[in-house]
């Protein structure tokens, strides 16, 4: 057992028998009270968020997590089918685990699924993707006075937010936690 010293954000706790990863945690101090630790926390099978204070030196179950980059295979209805380039067995993840970040999956990709005792508990697609647009309207010549975005269709499915100069064809890097485009890529 740990104390809640020994956590931090990122960190897999056991909480009311549940799977829960720290988002937030912070240490306070109120006046002449007792010192605390202000944590939420996020489910992991139902991805609900929670809050909690505990004191401080309380003993707090932290989860054993192993880490394993994965290569993505193909979505099969509501999950991922994903392979351990090792023994090159097949894993069906639900795609919610993945998040926001799901619909930015490409054949090929590699991804970082965690693992508590061969069962897949989260997973993460890469934090930047570069993709192509396959469908955006032309933007208005001389329309660049404001800082304007268009809808633009990536090859992934996907439709994101892009400026103005973007056309079919160009490429993409996006960051896969907010879903917005980072930059242009010359191919």
């Known amino acids: 057992m740990a ?6 954000v990122g960190s897999i706790i056991r909480f009311n028998g549940e799977l829960v990863q720290i988002t937030d945690y912070q240490h306070r101090t109120p006046g002449n009270l007792r010192a605390f630790y202000q944590a939420k926390m996020r489910n992991l099978k139902n991805g609900k968020q929670t809050e909690n204070r505990f004191r401080s030196g309380e003993n707090i179950e932290i989860v054993r997590v192993e880490y394993k980059m994965m290569q993505y295979i193909y979505a099969e209805g ?72 268009k809808s633009a269709t990536l090859d992934t499915g996907t439709e994101i937010k892009v400026p103005l100069f973007f056309n079919e064809g160009d490429w993409v890097k996006i960051d896969t936690r ?3 485009y980072v930059e242009r890529i010359k191919k």
């Open 78 to 149: 509501e999950f991922a089918v994903v392979m351990d380039n090792q023994n090159y067995e097949q894993v069906h993840i639900p795609i919610i685990m993945f998040g926001a970040s799901g619909k930015f999956l490409k054949e090929g990709m590699e991804v970082k699924v965690s693992f508590e005792a061969d069962e897949a508990i989260l997973a993460e697609a890469p934090t930047f993707i570069e993709a192509q647009i396959t469908y955006t309207e032309p933007g208005i010549k001389g329309d660049t006075a404001t800082n304007t975005l």
């Open 3 to 8: 104390d809640t010293g020994d956590i931090n």
């Open 178 to 180: 907010t879903g917005e």
